[in-house]
């Protein structure tokens, strides 16, 4: 079975730093999807950025880019020069690259990182 | 566009009650997957409802059942709460299943159940 570990309950830095939140995994899959979700107070689940697996080159969106080492089976988020609307928990997830129609294309969640930016 | 809409935001029930969640799905989707979310974990799958069936389910017993409307709206029963029924229930929509894939995923607020 699939798992996914975030090994950071929380981390706390001020504003404008760089912060990186870790994420390992563990599967006998060669693709697959790994993701990286921010939930807010608001509770609304929003997708900060995405990794296929058998893509190489690792993903960047604007300030937020990850480090994705598949031998090490380890996806960390780098979030760059950050700003007070950062403050959230974060969530790594993955998910099989399903075949089709009836393949299982549920997301297998970690138990999140609460990121805190000071001023 | 409202985005996926979940009714009510807040409920509470007592012990061996039933309780009935709704998800309106984003405008043009038509999958919606329903999670489990006890605080301070991630959330767990329940199950997926796509063309009025439900497609998948995770490892949750029979008292959670869901239902999908024609208008791809969906509803999520749990019957004989349990205090750790306890958690917010999110509501995924998406166009196809195989849309989950990518950034065409979109979650509602969520439900926050207390059972008492």
């Known amino acids: 079975a699939q798992t996914v570990t975030q090994s950071q309950p929380e981390m706390s830095v001020q504003e404008a730093e760089t912060v990186t939140l870790s994420c390992t995994y563990d599967t006998s899959e060669n693709n697959y999807y790994l993701f990286w979700y921010k939930q807010p107070p608001s509770r609304q689940m929003i997708l900060v950025i995405r990794?296929?697996?058998?893509k190489q080159q690792n993903a960047t969106e604007n300030r937020f880019s990850v480090n994705f080492q598949k031998a090490a089976k380890s996806f960390s988020l780098k979030i760059s020069d950050s700003q007070l609307g950062d403050t959230a928990m974060y969530f790594c997830a993955f998910m099989n690259r399903p075949e089709g129609m009836d393949s299982n294309y549920q997301l297998i969640w970690g138990a999140g990182t609460k990121l805190i930016i000071k001023p | 566009d409202a985005g996926v809409t979940q009714s009510p935001t807040h409920l509470i029930k007592t012990r061996g009650q039933q309780v009935t969640l709704r998800c309106s799905p984003k405008?043009?989707?038509?999958?919606v997957s329903w999670y489990q979310q006890a605080l301070g974990q991630g959330p767990q799958f329940i199950f997926q409802?796509?063309?009025?069936?439900?497609?998948q389910r995770g490892n949750f017993p029979d008292r959670f059942s869901g239902h999908q409307f024609p208008n791809y709206s969906s509803e999520l029963n749990v019957n004989a709460l349990l205090l750790g029924d306890s958690a917010l229930y999110l509501c995924a929509s998406s166009l196809r299943p195989q849309a989950l894939m990518n950034t065409e995923a979109f979650f509602g607020q969520g439900t926050r159940l207390t059972v008492v």
């Open positions: 409802y796509y063309e009025e069936e439900e497609r």
């Open positions: 405008s043009g989707h038509d999958t």
């Open positions: 990794q296929e697996a058998y």
